[in-house]
Every structure is written in C-alpha cells, then in structure tokens.
C-alpha cells in the first residue's frame, strides 16, 4: 500500500474512532469531569508509550496549548452530559470559525471572504440550537459545547506559535493536566464495570490512537482531503448513539448541524482551492 492511500486509510480510522465519544460517554455514570480526567490519564500514557521520548520545551505557547486542550476536553464532556450528543458535537466543530477570528487578530493571518461567510453559517446554525433548546438538548449544554469549540480554536492558535515545538507533545500535556485538574472529582466510588471499560475505551481507542493515526496521516494527505474525510466525525458521532442509546435529534437541532457543517467544510474546501491556485501560480513563475 502506497503512503498515501496508507494516509487515508489512517485518517478514516482516526475520524471514525473520534465519532464513538458520544455515545461512549453516554455509557458512564459518574462525574463528567472524574470522566475526562480518567479518559485522559489513560490518553495521555499511550502517548507517552507512542512517544517514548517527548519533547517538553515549556514554551508559553506549549503551555497554553496545554490548558487550552484540557479545557477542551473537560467541556466537551461535560456539554455532552448536558445536552445531546449531536449538540455537543456538532457546536464543538464551531473551532475553525473561532481559528479563523484569532488567526486574523492574534496571528495576522488575511481573512477571506469565504472566512466571512463560514463564520455566518456557523453562528446562524448556533442560532438554530439554542432557539431549540427548550427540546432534547439543554442551552446550558450547548453554550459548554460551545466554549469547547472556542477552546480547541486556542489550541490551534496556540500550535501555530510553536515554531519548533510539537503537537503531540502539547497534547501530552493537556492529557495530564486534565487528569490532575480532575482528582478532586473522582470521589464517591467508581462507575460500573460498563462505565470503566467504556472510559478504557475513550482512553486508549478514542482519544490516544486517533490522534496518533491522525498524527502520522495528515504528512501525506492534502488540506482539501483531510477536510473531507474528518467531516465524517460530527456526522458519525449523532448517529453511534441514536442506534445505541436512542437519542433523537430534533428539527432544528439537525437543521442547525448540517448549516454548522456546511459553513465549515465549504470554509475548508474553498481554501484548500485558494492554497492550490496560489502553488501553480508559485510554480509557473518558477518555471518561466
């Protein structure tokens, strides 16, 4: 198998390992937060394992990157304990209209028209969840979702200061400081034998693996290929627990999802475009 189809193979097993983190965590009765440091703990030394010798620079950017991705985690299980799991989900996937905000004002970076209209999409879909929240899922829910989102968008910013530094290290590290931050929750007893394997499960298989997989396969995949195998989470995620747990989305919570998606993966695809066009143009003024 050549590299690259090695590549897409790895990133479709990293996609679809972190769509079952709904409905696992559904499958746990305990703390939300003893649930994401437990899931973290367990995370955090299959990286290490994967690792062997991480690079630790304690750099102010691999610091914030660190707390930024343990807030990320906390939140999102949290929200998914609130609201459902496609709300939870789906408002999390809210991170690149936030990247795209602080990239402009932090970083610098130019924003596009597409920019604009991506960051429409996603506050007009936010708009269609909490208008529904009286249904299923809870506005308290959803606004943690939606932090969480905002949370993963620092982290990202937070991985582009670092000119030297390593995403997998910074992951290393918000992995275990999740856990400490959640020491002080885990009292009380022990979930059940369904809940610690679902939390071994969400250690090792969704959250360690994948972003080891995921690691390893974006080296060889374009920006505009990576795009349209990750989208398979959010969409994935919802549908693991309607089979599993019968969580039914409503109207407009499925309406707000799919503007939600549509925004971000068209935002996506239309860079990916715009970056290609730039590199034949590069190219040809080379040549000639």
């Given at each position: 198998m050549s590299a690259?189809?090695?590549?897409?193979?790895?990133?479709?097993?990293?996609?679809?390992?972190?769509?079952?983190?709904?409905?696992?965590?559904?499958?746990?009765?305990?703390?939300?937060?003893?649930?994401?440091?437990?899931?973290?703990?367990?995370?955090?030394?299959?990286?290490?394992?994967y690792l062997k010798r991480p690079k630790i620079t304690l750099s102010k950017a691999q610091g914030i990157g660190a707390l930024a991705y343990a807030s990320t985690v906390i939140l999102f299980v949290m929200a998914n304990k609130m609201t459902t799991a496609a709300n939870a989900i789906l408002l999390q996937y809210t991170a690149p209209a936030f990247v795209a905000v602080l990239g402009a004002w932090l970083l610098k970076e130019k924003v596009r028209w597409y920019d604009l209209l991506s960051i429409l999409c996603v506050f007009g879909g936010m708009i269609l969840f909490f208008t529904d929240s009286v249904g299923q899922g809870s506005a308290a829910g959803n606004a943690l979702a939606v932090i969480s989102g905002f949370m993963l968008a620092c982290v990202t910013i937070a991985l582009r200061f670092q000119k030297d530094g390593s995403p997998v290290e910074t992951m290393l590290l918000g992995n275990f400081l999740t856990f400490l931050v959640a020491i002080p929750f885990m009292g009380g007893g022990l979930p059940s034998t369904q809940g610690l394997l679902a939390i071994l499960a969400l250690g090792v298989v969704q959250l360690g693996i994948s972003y080891i997989l995921y690691g390893l396969a974006i080296k060889h995949l374009s920006a505009l290929e990576a795009v349209l195998i990750t989208v398979i989470e959010p969409l994935l995620n919802p549908v693991w627990v309607f089979l599993f747990n019968g969580e039914k989305p409503t109207l407009l919570s499925l309406l707000g999802g799919l503007v939600v998606v549509a925004g971000v993966f068209s935002r996506n695809i239309f860079y990916a475009q715009s970056m290609e066009k730039e590199r034949k143009k590069a190219g040809e003024s080379f040549e000639s």
């Amino acid at each position: 198998m050549s590299a690259r189809k090695k590549a897409i193979l790895q990133l479709i097993i990293a996609s679809i390992l972190w769509s079952t983190g709904g409905i696992l965590i559904k499958l746990i009765d305990w703390n939300p937060v003893a649930i994401a440091g437990s899931r973290s703990l367990i995370s955090g030394l299959v990286i290490l394992f994967y690792l062997k010798r991480p690079k630790i620079t304690l750099s102010k950017a691999q610091g914030i990157g660190a707390l930024a991705y343990a807030s990320t985690v906390i939140l999102f299980v949290m929200a998914n304990k609130m609201t459902t799991a496609a709300n939870a989900i789906l408002l999390q996937y809210t991170a690149p209209a936030f990247v795209a905000v602080l990239g402009a004002w932090l970083l610098k970076e130019k924003v596009r028209w597409y920019d604009l209209l991506s960051i429409l999409c996603v506050f007009g879909g936010m708009i269609l969840f909490f208008t529904d929240s009286v249904g299923q899922g809870s506005a308290a829910g959803n606004a943690l979702a939606v932090i969480s989102g905002f949370m993963l968008a620092c982290v990202t910013i937070a991985l582009r200061f670092q000119k030297d530094g390593s995403p997998v290290e910074t992951m290393l590290l918000g992995n275990f400081l999740t856990f400490l931050v959640a020491i002080p929750f885990m009292g009380g007893g022990l979930p059940s034998t369904q809940g610690l394997l679902a939390i071994l499960a969400l250690g090792v298989v969704q959250l360690g693996i994948s972003y080891i997989l995921y690691g390893l396969a974006i080296k060889h995949l374009s920006a505009l290929e990576a795009v349209l195998i990750t989208v398979i989470e959010p969409l994935l995620n919802p549908v693991w627990v309607f089979l599993f747990n019968g969580e039914k989305p409503t109207l407009l919570s499925l309406l707000g999802g799919l503007v939600v998606v549509a925004g971000v993966f068209s935002r996506n695809i239309f860079y990916a475009q715009s970056m290609e066009k730039e590199r034949k143009k590069a190219g040809e003024s080379f040549e000639s």
